[in-house]
């Protein structure tokens, strides 16, 4: 025991030293940050691309066409797909976006009313009275929101000069990372594994295929969801007639990739449109909601997605609360594949060291 507390002591103090020194030294990566943030969604929309394509290439390939043709195939379909999204989808959400903008102020009006008719009632001037409310303290938290509008305007369009910068980028370097993806993927497990001793060759072929797996059960199941969720959605708005029902499809459907909190957050919106509708409305948009996210998850998920990430529900909430405070909705979409794939990572890595000790007591019992 004391031995063992001597090694881990020593082993905190290297690191926590090693952390330290890294702080000071922190320029030296800083290079190395903007190298990794610039390859980093390239990467991930080209490997999102890739797991989604890869299955049809297969298909393709198993009908005798060779790779290049079946690759340049699916770049066509592709295309053509974006062209459609953008000639036919694009310019209808514009629109109702452009119409919600224009609307804005009207719904403001129609909301100081609600609540100018409300501070009319008893259980209103009721909830003034109390002390828990201090709406001085609303009033001077909206000036503040107000004032800052000029400076949020300024960041934003800084922000927009940065995101069509990135976004070309993107543009341009995907379809090059795609296609190499697409051809050489295959080859790449093999080349990782000469990095590895050759009695560990075998096992480290198990992990990239397990992690690839996983990434790849998640990701083409989470697809095929989200396209049910928010075209049924998109549907039963239709049918009770609500205004901008194509862009509050499109937002459940994105937002269906959260798990757990994600339709509650694609709901919103929804919910908040009908009910500037009537009451009726909003109450049509929740049933349809309910009726869809329990098609949802009794039946479509468990069929198409099953429990291939194996992850307990509490786990997940509490990965997303911390992956939804540093880094937005962003981090709370990525979130759960990345723990699915650290968590697969690490348990074969800590069965490779298992197999390692067992084969070297072995060659010790022996000699």
């Given at each position: 025991?004391?031995?063992?507390?001597?090694?881990?002591?020593?082993?905190?103090?290297l690191l926590l030293i090693i952390i330290y020194i890294s702080t000071k030294i922190s320029f030296l990566f800083?290079?190395?940050?903007?190298?990794?943030?610039?390859?980093?969604?390239?990467?991930?929309?080209?490997?999102?691309?890739?797991?989604?394509?890869?299955?049809?290439?297969?298909?393709?390939?198993?009908?005798?066409?060779?790779?290049?043709?079946?690759?340049?195939?699916?770049?066509?379909?592709?295309?053509?797909?974006?062209?459609?999204?953008?000639?036919?989808?694009?310019?209808?959400?514009?629109?109702?976006?452009?119409?919600?903008?224009?609307?804005?102020?009207?719904?403001?009006?129609?909301?100081?009313?609600?609540?100018?008719?409300?501070?009319?009632?008893?259980?209103?001037?009721?909830?003034?009275?109390?002390?828990?409310?201090?709406?001085?303290?609303?009033?001077?938290?909206?000036?503040?929101?107000?004032?800052?509008?000029?400076?949020?305007?300024?960041?934003?369009?800084?922000?927009?000069?940065?995101?069509?910068?990135?976004?070309?980028?993107?543009?341009?370097?995907?379809?090059?990372?795609?296609?190499?993806?697409?051809?050489?993927?295959?080859?790449?497990?093999?080349?990782?594994?000469?990095?590895?001793?050759?009695?560990?060759?075998?096992?480290?072929?198990?992990?990239?295929?397990?992690?690839?797996?996983?990434?790849?059960?998640?990701?083409?199941?989470?697809?095929?969801?989200?396209?049910?969720?928010?075209?049924?959605?998109?549907?039963?708005?239709?049918?009770?007639?609500?205004?901008?029902?194509?862009?509050?499809?499109?937002?459940?459907?994105?937002?269906?990739?959260?798990?757990?909190?994600?339709?509650?957050?694609?709901?919103?919106?929804?919910?908040?449109?009908?009910?500037?509708?009537?009451?009726?409305?909003?109450?049509?948009?929740?049933?349809?909601?309910?009726?869809?996210?329990?098609?949802?998850?009794?039946?479509?998920?468990?069929?198409?997605?099953?429990?291939?990430?194996?992850?307990?529900?509490?786990?997940?909430?509490?990965?997303?609360?911390?992956?939804?405070?540093?880094?937005?909705?962003?981090?709370?979409?990525?979130?759960?594949?990345?723990?699915?794939?650290?968590?697969?990572?690490?348990?074969?890595?800590?069965?490779?060291?298992?197999?390692?000790?067992?084969?070297?007591?072995?060659?010790?019992?022996d000699t």
């Open positions: 025991m004391k031995s063992k507390l001597q090694f881990w002591t020593l082993e905190i103090l800083h290079p190395i940050g903007i190298f990794i943030s610039t390859l980093f969604f390239p990467i991930l929309i080209s490997g999102f691309l890739f797991y989604l394509l890869n299955p049809v290439l297969k298909l393709l390939m198993k009908w005798k066409v060779p790779k290049i043709v079946g690759i340049i195939i699916l770049y066509l379909a592709l295309v053509g797909l974006i062209t459609i999204g953008v000639t036919k989808v694009v310019p209808v959400v514009s629109d109702q976006v452009t119409d919600i903008a224009k609307k804005t102020p009207e719904t403001v009006d129609n909301v100081v009313a609600l609540i100018e008719d409300a501070s009319k009632s008893n259980w209103f001037n009721y909830v003034v009275e109390q002390d828990f409310i201090e709406f001085e303290q609303i009033k001077d938290r909206l000036l503040e929101f107000t004032t800052s509008i000029t400076s949020n305007i300024t960041s934003g369009l800084s922000a927009v000069v940065s995101f069509i910068t990135s976004l070309t980028l993107i543009i341009i370097t995907v379809p090059f990372i795609l296609f190499y993806m697409l051809k050489d993927g295959n080859r790449l497990p093999g080349a990782i594994m000469k990095f590895l001793p050759s009695s560990f060759r075998k096992e480290g072929l198990v992990v990239i295929q397990e992690t690839s797996q996983t990434l790849a059960n998640y990701i083409q199941g989470q697809m095929t969801v989200c396209i049910f969720v928010g075209t049924a959605c998109f549907i039963g708005f239709l049918l009770i007639d609500i205004p901008y029902a194509l862009t509050l499809g499109l937002v459940i459907a994105v937002t269906n990739i959260i798990p757990y909190v994600g339709p509650f957050i694609g709901a919103a919106p929804a919910v908040l449109v009908g009910l500037f509708q009537s009451p009726l409305t909003a109450f049509l948009v929740i049933l349809i909601i309910l009726i869809v996210q329990q098609l949802d998850g009794n039946l479509i998920s468990p069929l198409i997605i099953g429990k291939s990430l194996n992850i307990h529900p509490l786990t997940i909430i509490m990965i997303l609360l911390v992956a939804g405070s540093l880094a937005g909705i962003l981090g709370m979409i990525l979130a759960v594949p990345t723990y699915a794939v650290v968590k697969t990572i690490t348990k074969n890595i800590v069965r490779l060291v298992k197999l390692y000790r067992a084969r070297h007591t072995v060659i010790t019992e």
